[in-house]
């Protein structure tokens, strides 16, 4: 169930970075592919910053997201 949560997360802020990155995004599927890996580095680095946004549902979507926006943005920079 937790791989199903992490999933889910990721795939919303995939979609949220990629409406956030207007015109820097991937398409669908690749902003959702590119939330899953955000999810892991918005939680990178976060952490490395020591910044916690806590649990429920609303800290995890907004780490995920700023992953995600750094992921397009980084996209972006080797797209051009």
Do not use: E
Request: charged share 5%; hydrophobic share 60%.
């Amino acid at each position: 169930m937790n791989l199903l949560y992490f999933l889910l997360i990721g795939l919303l802020a995939g979609w949220l970075g990629g409406q956030i990155m207007r015109g820097g995004g991937l398409g669908l599927i690749g902003n959702l592919v590119v939330g899953v890996i955000g999810a892991y580095v918005g939680g990178f680095v976060l952490g490395l910053l020591g910044l916690s946004l806590g649990g429920g549902i609303v800290g995890p979507v907004v780490t995920a997201t700023i992953g995600a926006v750094i992921l397009l943005f980084i996209v972006g920079l080797l797209k051009k």
